[in-house]
């Protein structure tokens, strides 16, 4: 956990330092778990799951000013339930990780009281790794944390739409949507865990300079 701290401290010091702009969101993850067995074959009683997703980072422009690079830190929940007449299953999951990627800006709106309103696409890579998880079966707990298909590293990609409207002298609000696909690179079991991720996100972004 001392690790954690540092890291985020480091990122927001760097941050500050190369960025134009520091913000941090937060919002829900609508998480599908795609399992496999060693036979290939799915279970069809896992349903959805829904959890949060917290993450602070710095954007800064390249030469063309309507293309921009991000990166942060992110930490998400990724949940799900499931079972039958006779059992009853739920995932609890957290990942902490650090994603970069890019931003388009495809359209900027002026409101009547001058206030500007950028739309936004973009597409960006997660790496991560677990930090807490549970699995509950019929009111008993197991720890996932050593759990290969869970453990080791997890590679998201992910695309998506954001809208952020600028406030003077402050920074802005933006609003957005993402759509992301994991994948367990470092499992070697025979049993196979992917994470598909819907996610709504709120964010608030303050100029440095």
Do not use: C
């Not at 927001?12 to 778990?33: D, H, P, R, W």
């Not at 930490?75 to 339930?81: F, G």
């Not at 590293?153 to 993402?178: N, Q």
């Amino acid at each position: 956990m001392i690790k954690n701290y540092l890291l985020f401290i480091f990122l927001l010091a760097t941050s500050s330092i190369f960025s134009q702009e520091v913000y941090f969101s937060s919002g829900k993850n609508y998480t599908k778990y795609i399992y496999k067995d060693a036979n290939l074959q799915s279970s069809p009683y896992i349903q959805s799951g829904t959890g949060n997703f917290y993450e602070v980072g710095f954007v800064k422009s390249l030469a063309k000013k309507n293309i921009l690079y991000s990166f942060g830190l992110s930490l998400n929940d990724y949940n799900a339930v499931g079972g039958n007449s006779a059992n009853s299953y739920r995932w609890d999951t957290q990942y902490l990780g650090l994603h970069g990627g890019l931003l388009y800006k495809f359209y900027s709106y002026t409101t009547p009281s001058k206030n500007r309103i950028d739309f936004l696409a973009k597409t960006r890579l997660n790496v991560s790794t677990i930090i807490y998880g549970k699995q509950e079966i019929n009111g008993i707990y197991y720890d996932l944390i050593h759990e290969n298909e869970f453990s080791g590293i997890v590679l998201e990609s992910s695309v998506g739409l954001m809208a952020k409207y600028a406030i003077p002298s402050f920074g802005a609000l933006s609003l957005g949507y993402s759509f992301g696909q994991s994948i367990n690179v470092s499992n070697s079991s025979k049993e196979r865990i992917s994470f598909s991720t819907n996610q709504l996100q709120l964010g608030v972004h303050f100029n440095i300079n």
